[in-house]
């Protein structure tokens, strides 16, 4: 079992910006894809945005698309997730969650995934 390190997040106003990494350890990590699901309180934990081993494919949902920005180093085992433009909408439980690929493909069902981080709370005042 591989628990992935997740830092960043906290407090900040509307149109601020927040920093998320993940670094995961004990394993090749150009052999995982990796994706950043957030789940709000009382809902469902849903995909946002995703990036293929290499980096060579990304996908984003339409409410993140221009705001956030994933990015991943394999040297460094971590990964990224920007967030600029932050909205109150955004306030969520951020989880990055990776999984073993040598496509291009991205996958969207949190069922997809092996492994995954602890989460991390972000909170966006209006």
């Known amino acids: 079992q591989v628990q992935l390190v997740q830092s960043g997040g906290g407090l900040v106003q509307a149109g601020g910006s927040l920093r998320l990494s993940c670094v995961v350890p004990?394993?090749?990590?150009?052999?995982?894809?990796m994706a950043w699901f957030r789940q709000a309180p009382g809902k469902e934990r849903d995909f946002i945005i995703g990036?293929?081993?290499?980096?060579?494919?990304?996908l984003y949902v339409d409410s993140v698309k221009g705001r956030f920005t994933i990015s991943r180093d394999n040297t460094k085992n971590t990964g990224s997730l920007q967030m600029s433009s932050l909205r109150p909408e955004d306030t969520a439980v951020y989880y990055c969650?990776?999984?073993?690929?040598?496509?291009?493909?991205?996958?969207?069902?949190?069922?997809?995934?092996?492994?995954w981080g602890p989460g991390t709370q972000v909170t966006v005042s209006s």
């Open positions: 990036i293929t081993w290499n980096g060579g494919n990304r």
């Open positions: 969650a990776i999984r073993q690929s040598s496509s291009q493909q991205i996958w969207r069902a949190s069922y997809d995934y092996d492994y």
């Open positions: 004990q394993r090749t990590f150009s052999n995982y894809a």
